[in-house]
C-alpha cells in the first residue's frame, strides 16, 4: 500500500498532473532569473548567461540558494515566482 | 448437506494446532472442501472476502462457526465422533485479517479496484497537506489525505454501493457517486458513520427545488444550512445544544463541510469561478446542527415538514449567517414573538417584503416561554405574519428617506414580510440564555432556493 496516492476528489474533468506554464513565445519585455544553486562555479555560467541577456537588452534578476543540498528556502521561491516571467537554473558542475 | 464446508485456519491460533487432525479427518471424507491459511496469500484473501473475524472457522453458505466445540463441530458437519481425545472446547482466535493496521492494508489490496476515481500519486517531496492545497482542493483549511484505505473506510459507513450515483451537481453537473462523497467526506474530516447525513444532503441540495447552482452562483451572502432530524443526529454525536450553531462538535463541522466541499470539487464550484458572493459568510465553511427534539415543546422540523416522527432526515436551507434576537424580559408569547417580529423584519432589509424565507432557532428559555404560553409553532407563525403585516406606505421606494422599498404602486396594500410557508421554526441551544437566531434566506419560491427536506438512508 503506498501511503502517498490519494484519490481525486474531483468530477475529473482536467489531467490530474499539472500542467506546465506555456514556454513563451518571445523573452522580449520579461524578466529572466538566474537561479545559482550554490555548485562550484555556476556563477560563472551564469555571469555568462546574464551578460548574454543583457546585451539582448533583457533584464536579468540573480538568485542564489544557501546550499545545493537542500531545495530552495520558501522564501527564496516566493521572490522568485512573484519577480521573475521565465527561470534559468545552473544544475549541476 | 448440499454444499461443501470451507475451513479458515492461521498459523499461530493454539485451537487451530488443535483440531488440524480434524480438519484432516474432515477432508479425507470429502467433508470440508478446502482448508485456507492465514499465513499465505491466497488463504488471506479467502479469509478477507468471507469475512472472517475469528479462526479456526467453517463456513457453509451463510451459515459458520469458530472456535472449536466438538459438538457444534459435530452438528454442524454430519459427522460424530471428531476429535477423540481433544478437550470438549477451545476458542478461537482472531483472524489475521482483522489485525489493527493490516485491516486497512487488507481492504485496499482486496477491494481497491472496487474504487473508480482516479490515483493522485504525490511526489517524495511534497508534503501531504500542501499537496492538497496545492491542488485546489480545499475550502482554504487544511484537509485530510483521501487515501483508499481512508475512503473503504468510508464507504463502510454506508450501505449504499460505491459507484451508486447521488446527484447531478452544478455547476459542471457532475454524476456523483457514493465514493466521490466518501472522498470529499474524507477530506472534510468525517467519521465514516456520518456518511449517510452528508449523502443524503448533497441529495438534497442538488434537487432543481434546493437549487444550489442559483444559491452557489449568487452575489448574496447565503450557502447551504444543513439541519438533522431524527435519531441518527444523537448517534452520530451531533450537537443540538450548548454553541449548537457554532464551532467545537466533529459531525456539526465536518457533515456541512463535506458538502461544501463536494460542491467545490466534484461540481466544480468555486469562490471567484461561478461562487459570485460579494462578501459570503463563514457558515460557507460549514453550516450544520441538530435540532433539540427532546427539548422541544413542538414537533421536530422533519415531523413539521411531512416525514413521521423518529425517521432521521436533513432539510436543507438556503441561509446567510445567524443574526442574534435578545429578549430577556419577556415572560408571555405575545411579548417574545414581537421581539422576533423586530429582528425578522430586518431580513435583507427593513422594507423588502415576501422576497425572503427565514428560520428561528428558538432557544430553550425562549422555547419555554412559548411553551408554557401553550402556543404551538402554527400560532407562533399565524401571530407574526400578523405582526409583520405592513403597511405598503411604509415600503415604497423613498418612505423612511431611504430609497429602497417596493415600487410606489404597491403601496397603497399591506405587504407580509413572509411567505406563509416561508417562516420556520426548530429548536436548539444551551440551557442558559435568552437568546435566539434568525438564520435569513435567499430569494424563495420556484425563482430561487425552497427548503428541502430528505430522508436520510443507511
Known amino acids: ?93 | 448437506m448440499t454444499e461443501t464446508i470451507v475451513a479458515v485456519v492461521k498459523r499461530d491460533c493454539p485451537t487451530c494446532a488443535l483440531i488440524e487432525p480434524v480438519l484432516a479427518d474432515l477432508v479425507d471424507r470429502g467433508v470440508v472442501s478446502v482448508v485456507h491459511r492465514e499465513n499465505d496469500d491466497a488463504g488471506l484473501e479467502a479469509s478477507w472476502h468471507l469475512r472472517i473475524e475469528t479462526v479456526p472457522a467453517l463456513v457453509r453458505g451463510d451459515q459458520r462457526i469458530v472456535g472449536w466445540s466438538r459438538s457444534q463441530w459435530e452438528e454442524f458437519t454430519g459427522v460424530a465422533g471428531l476429535g477423540e481425545g481433544l478437550p470438549d472446547y477451545r476458542p478461537g482466535c482472531g483472524s489475521r485479517t482483522v489485525e489493527p493496521g493490516l485491516a486497512d492494508e487488507l481492504a485496499v489490496r482486496f477491494n481497491g479496484s472496487s474504487l473508480r476515481s482516479r490515483r493522485v500519486p504525490l511526489a517524495e517531496l511534497e508534503d501531504e497537506a500542501e499537496a492538497l492545497f496545492d491542488r485546489g482542493w480545499t475550502d482554504g483549511l487544511p484537509v485530510v489525505a483521501p487515501t483508499e484505505a481512508r475512503v473503504l473506510r468510508m464507504l463502510g459507513g454506508t450501505s449504499r454501493g460505491a459507484d451508486e450515483v447521488v446527484a447531478v451537481v452544478p455547476p459542471d453537473l457532475v454524476e456523483c457517486t457514493v465514493e466521490k462523497v466518501a472522498v470529499n467526506a474524507v477530506m472534510a474530516g468525517c467519521r465514516p458513520e456520518y456518511l449517510p447525513v452528508v449523502l443524503a444532503a448533497v441529495e438534497a441540495a442538488c434537487t432543481e427545488r434546493f437549487n444550489i447552482h442559483g444559491l452557489l452562483a449568487t452575489t448574496y451572502f447565503s450557502g447551504p444550512v444543513v439541519i438533522v432530524n431524527g435519531p441518527i443526529a444523537r448517534a452520530i454525536g451531533m450537537n443540538s445544544g450548548v454553541n449548537a450553531l457554532g464551532q467545537g462538535n466533529r459531525a456539526n463541522a465536518t457533515i456541512g463541510r463535506a458538502l461544501q466541499l463536494v460542491i467545490r470539487n466534484v461540481g466544480g464550484g468555486r469562490p471567484g469561478g461561478v461562487d459570485r458572493a460579494t462578501l459570503g459568510n463563514p457558515g460557507k465553511y460549514t453550516f450544520c446542527f441538530a435540532e433539540d427534539e427532546e427539548g422541544s415543546p413542538w414537533e421536530p422540523l422533519s415531523v413539521e415538514r411531512g416525514l413521521d416522527p423518529g425517521v432521521s432526515a436533513v432539510t436543507l436551507f438556503a441561509g446567510e449567517g445567524p443574526r442574534g434576537v435578545v429578549d430577556q424580559a419577556s415572560r408571555t408569547p405575545e411579548s417574545l414573538a414581537r421581539s422576533f417580529a423586530g429582528t425578522l423584519r430586518t431580513v435583507a432589509n427593513p422594507k423588502l417584503p415576501l422576497a425572503f424565507d427565514a428560520f428561528v432557532v428558538v432557544s430553550p428559555e425562549h422555547a419555554r416561554v412559548f411553551r408554557e404560553g401553550g402556543w404551538s409553532k402554527a400560532r407562533l407563525r399565524e401571530e407574526l405574519l400578523t405582526l409583520l403585516t405592513i403597511d405598503g406606505s411604509e415600503l415604497v421606494r423613498g418612505a423612511g428617506g431611504c430609497d429602497e422599498g417596493i415600487p410606489e404602486a404597491l403601496g397603497g396594500a399591506s405587504w407580509p414580510k413572509f411567505r406563509p410557508d416561508g417562516l420556520w421554526f426548530v429548536h436548539a441551544g444551551g440551557t442558559a440564555g435568552m437568546f435566539s437566531a434568525i438564520i435569513g434566506g435567499w430569494i424563495n419560491g420556484e425563482t430561487g432556493s425552497q427548503a428541502v427536506t430528505m430522508e436520510v438512508g443507511s
Open chain 1, 1 to 93: 500500500m503506498n501511503a502517498r496516492v490519494v484519490l481525486d476528489p474531483t468530477g475529473e474533468r482536467s489531467p490530474a498532473v499539472r500542467q506546465r506554464v506555456e514556454r513563451p513565445a518571445s523573452l522580449e519585455g520579461r524578466t529572466v532569473g538566474l537561479l545559482d544553486i550554490s555548485k562550484a562555479r555556476g556563477d560563472k555560467f551564469l555571469d555568462r548567461l546574464s551578460q548574454l541577456r543583457e546585451e539582448r537588452g533583457l533584464r536579468v534578476a540573480r538568485f542564489r540558494k544557501p546550499t545545493f543540498a537542500k531545495v530552495a528556502p520558501v522564501d527564496l521561491k516566493h521572490e522568485i515566482s512573484t519577480t521573475c516571467d521565465v527561470v534559468i537554473e545552473a544544475l549541476a558542475d
